[in-house]
């Protein structure tokens, strides 16, 4: 199964080796027929701290890191 890549905006970054990611993304409602926003926040692995608040981040799903990190850092999006 192929794993989920995502690409968000780090909006906390003071746990060490860890930061938090919000995700947005927009999808059309079944019913509706209108365009909806949706946001969603991930808790990421960042092995070196090199983040900070306002980077544009890609994040892959990995293993399990502890209880609320499922997924890690792929790259800096510019």
Wanted: without cysteine; aromatic residues 6%.
């Amino acid at each position: 199964m192929p794993r989920k890549v995502l690409n968000g905006i780090v909006i906390s970054d003071k746990g060490n080796k860890s930061i938090t990611v919000i995700v947005e993304r927009k999808y059309q409602h079944p019913g509706l027929q209108k365009v909806i926003k949706s946001k969603k926040k991930y808790h990421v692995h960042d092995e070196k701290n090199s983040f900070k608040i306002g980077d544009k981040v890609s994040i892959i799903e990995s293993r399990p890191i502890s209880k609320t990190k499922k997924f890690k850092v792929l790259e800096e999006k510019r």
